[in-house]
């Protein structure tokens, strides 16, 4: 199957990921638009959507699964990422290392265990190595065992478990995939690429 990637700059992309988040009920919080600018704004940044034709109408496309990720730098002035670069600093080297946050990114339930999400993964680590990134770092919950397994599967390692301090279903793991070149010689899948 070849799947089809869309990339998309960050104004019109941060519409559509505000459109396709509405689709994902597992998400308590959707992101707006406007939020999205405000966070990608002024750093490296990728936002990919994969599509698919309808099964009752194949001459209809629709996003079935997206990926947001951006640069995540030593020195955060933003409060969310500074906290974040904190919490990770013990195991990320940022001082040597150009590092890529996996901010977003989901299937639609219906259309998981396609192969949608790895040709995503797979599209998104093309990208970052041209672009000279060394490593994809991804932050997840407990609660969402599929999509640990999917980034076990992707050989992402966990490299650090923070506890909840009531819910273990909230506790955050956080994963790090590092880039080589010979990782493109792991990917699977067979993917056409589109600008929007």
């Known amino acids: 199957m070849e799947y089809q990637v869309k990339e998309y700059p960050l104004q019109q992309g ?3 990921i505000q459109y396709i988040e509405e689709y994902f009920t597992e998400f308590p919080r959707k992101k707006s638009a406007t939020e999205i600018l405000e966070r990608l704004q002024d750093r490296t940044c990728l936002i990919l959507m994969a599509e ?4 009752e ?3 209809m496309v629709m996003p079935v699964s997206f ?7 030593e020195n955060e002035s933003d409060p969310r990422m500074f906290d974040l670069v904190e ?3 013990d195991v990320v080297d940022f001082s040597t290392k150009k590092v890529l946050y996996n901010w977003l990114g989901a299937t639609r339930q219906d259309w998981r265990g396609q192969g949608f999400f790895r040709a995503l993964s797979e599209q998104q680590e093309e990208w970052a190595l041209d672009e000279g990134f060394d490593e994809i770092v991804v932050k997840t919950k407990n609660r969402y065992y599929d999509m640990r397994g999917t980034l076990d599967h992707l050989r992402y390692d966990v490299i650090k478990f923070e506890p909840h301090p009531e819910d273990n279903q909230e ?3 956080y994963m790090r995939k590092r880039l ?3 990782v493109r010689d792991n990917h699977r899948s067979t993917r056409r690429l589109s600008r929007s």
């Open 52 to 55: 698919a034709p309808l099964p």
């Open 180 to 182: 080589f070149e010979r």
């Open 171 to 173: 506790s955050k793991v």
């Open 87 to 89: 919490r990770i600093r």
């Open 57 to 59: 109408d194949p001459s």
């Open 67 to 73: 990926k947001v990720l951006h640069e995540l730098r």
């Open 14 to 16: 941060a519409l559509e």
